[in-house]
């Protein structure tokens, strides 16, 4: 099977020269064929149509085809009968028992022999009731898993051109990716499978997919915001509302500013597949290329107590999942999430369990300014402690969150670090690096100063 990566726009008319096609979308499949029987499959919405238009569509309780469905189909209703057959034998002795009214001149041996023979058979067919039921369940679950309905469907009529069979349910792919930490190579692969309740056979496949969003892990960092309390959010609205009716002309209103990011659709095509629906997933690899990664430890206290090592990338691919699976000193690592940071991939490969972490909260004092001032001041933060249990020396970068203002009467500060440190005022966001010899412990304190109106009620 030649699988390659392409781009494709395809007219109508060219798709009018295959004898049969599928594509795949995220919502919905259309797949287009030349019908050799009536029968369809097993699937429910479906909708059929050919040149001359829309084609009906009819349900039958008998399937007769070589189809693998059709053999398990068959086989469930086999099962039933088979069921129905045990519940009728069940009936007719339970009526037998009912009737029976001995006379005088009973042959208390003969009864005794007929009686023992009746609760034999109802005992036999209370167990073998029982291991049907069984049997149909598992086999019902089965079916279940491969197809959405368990009616047949057929054309009222077999239709003499093409037809477009559009799909609702059960055909599905996705992008998978191996990151091989020990070869420092990248595998991507499609993963196809089918559980539509129609066999697929197609010479041309084409694949639409788009790229994921990335979010939140490694650790998303996100601003500790300062805000106020709801009482004094409001007096403060109708205060500003108050300056603009009281203004000569007003305030012009900024819109709102969306920041809106276009995905361009990925295609994927493939020639000559065979897709039984059988929800199995077939997997098709697609290309690897190998990558230069570095690799970090971090630690997030605001999110986390663990100290992960951190690999990071910048991939030529574009990346269309957010769970990769990681190959690491031989271990396989699955559902392992990204995010990414501008055109790098950041990956948390493993946790560091040499290091040992402490986040403890700092309340040095909350004061008024001065006595001719009505401002106050908090000046509070937190002690972060870092230790190191193996004889390696190692460096650990830190991102933390101190308090960001969203008001002008609010400022805040903090204090110089010992440690070398990036602070993002516009954010919020804090980054230390700390070197830790092994078999030492590191502590450093963060500490910050809000001032703020004195009659304001903050809150972060």
């Known amino acids: 099977m030649s699988l390659r990566l392409s781009v494709i726009i395809i007219s109508l008319s060219q798709i009018a020269l295959l004898a049969s096609s599928l594509d795949i979308y995220s919502d919905r499949s259309f797949y287009t064929y030349e019908p050799k029987e009536s029968f369809i499959g097993f699937n429910t919405n479906l909708k059929a149509k050919n040149s001359e238009g829309s084609l009906g569509l009819i349900r039958r309780n008998s399937c007769k085809t070589?189809?693998?469905?059709?053999?398990?189909?068959?086989?469930?209703?086999?099962?039933?009968?088979?069921?129905?057959?045990?519940?009728?034998?069940?009936?007719?002795?339970?009526?037998?028992?009912?009737?029976?009214?001995?006379?005088?001149?009973?042959?208390?041996?003969?009864?005794?022999?007929?009686?023992?023979?009746?609760?034999?058979?109802?005992?036999?067919?209370?167990?073998?009731?029982q291991n049907l039921q069984k049997e149909i369940q598992n086999a019902s679950a089965l079916f279940s898993k491969h197809a959405p309905s368990k009616e047949p469907l057929f054309y009222a009529d077999i239709p003499k051109s093409k037809v477009q069979l559009t799909i609702n349910r059960g055909l599905y792919f996705h992008s998978e990716y191996l990151l091989d930490m020990d070869s420092s190579k990248l595998q991507h692969s499609l993963l196809l499978s089918n559980a539509?309740?129609?066999?697929?056979?197609?010479?041309?496949?084409?694949?639409?997919?788009?790229?994921?969003?990335?979010?939140?892990?490694?650790?998303q960092f996100y601003p500790r915001k300062i805000r106020i309390a709801q009482a004094q959010m409001k007096a403060k609205r109708a205060v500003r509302q108050d300056m603009v009716l009281m203004a000569a002309a007003p305030a012009p209103v900024a819109e709102n500013s969306y920041h809106v990011k276009k995905?361009?659709?990925?295609?994927?095509?493939?020639?000559?597949?065979?897709?039984?629906?059988?929800?199995?997933?077939?997997?098709?690899?697609?290309?690897?290329?190998?990558?230069?990664?570095?690799?970090?430890?971090?630690?997030?206290?605001?999110?986390?107590?663990?100290?992960?090592?951190?690999?990071?990338?910048?991939?030529?691919?574009?990346?269309?999942?957010?769970?990769?699976?990681?190959?690491?000193?031989?271990?396989?690592?699955?559902?392992?999430?990204?995010?990414?940071?501008?055109?790098?991939?950041?990956?948390?490969?493993?946790?560091?369990?040499?290091?040992?972490?402490?986040?403890?909260?700092?309340?040095?004092?909350?004061?008024?300014?001065?006595?001719?001032?009505?401002?106050?001041?908090?000046?509070?933060?937190?002690?972060?402690?870092?230790?190191?249990?193996?004889?390696?020396?190692?460096?650990?970068?830190?991102?933390?969150?101190?308090?960001?203002?969203?008001?002008?009467?609010?400022?805040?500060?903090l204090e110089k670090l010992d440690l070398p440190y990036k602070y993002d005022t516009k954010t919020g966001k804090l980054t230390i690096i700390a070197d830790i010899k092994g078999n030492t412990s590191k502590k450093m304190n963060v500490i910050y100063t809000i001032t703020y109106p004195e009659k304001m009620k903050i809150y972060y």
């Open 263 to 413: 995905l361009e659709t990925r295609s994927y095509h493939l020639k000559n597949l065979t897709l039984a629906s059988d929800a199995k997933e077939k997997k098709l690899p697609l290309d690897s290329e190998k990558l230069t990664i570095n690799t970090t430890l971090t630690w997030h206290p605001y999110n986390s107590s663990n100290v992960y090592k951190t690999a990071s990338f910048t991939p030529k691919q574009t990346i269309e999942s957010r769970q990769w699976k990681v190959r690491h000193k031989g271990q396989l690592i699955e559902n392992a999430p990204i995010r990414k940071d501008g055109t790098k991939i950041l990956l948390n490969v493993a946790i560091d369990y040499d290091m040992e972490t402490k986040k403890e909260t700092i309340h040095e004092f909350s004061q008024d300014k001065s006595i001719f001032s009505s401002a106050r001041v908090k000046k509070e933060g937190f002690r972060l402690t870092l230790t190191n249990r193996s004889d390696k020396d190692k460096k650990v970068i830190i991102t933390e969150r101190i308090p960001l203002s969203t008001q002008e009467e609010i400022e805040v500060s």
């Open 66 to 129: 070589k189809s693998s469905l059709c053999t398990q189909y068959t086989h469930l209703q086999g099962l039933h009968v088979r069921l129905d057959r045990l519940k009728k034998e069940q009936n007719i002795l339970d009526t037998i028992i009912s009737q029976y009214a001995p006379d005088t001149n009973i042959d208390a041996q003969n009864t005794i022999k007929t009686a023992s023979t009746i609760a034999s058979r109802m005992a036999k067919i209370a167990q073998e009731s």
């Open 196 to 219: 539509s309740g129609i066999d697929i056979e197609a010479e041309e496949v084409r694949l639409f997919a788009k790229p994921a969003g990335y979010i939140s892990a490694p650790t």
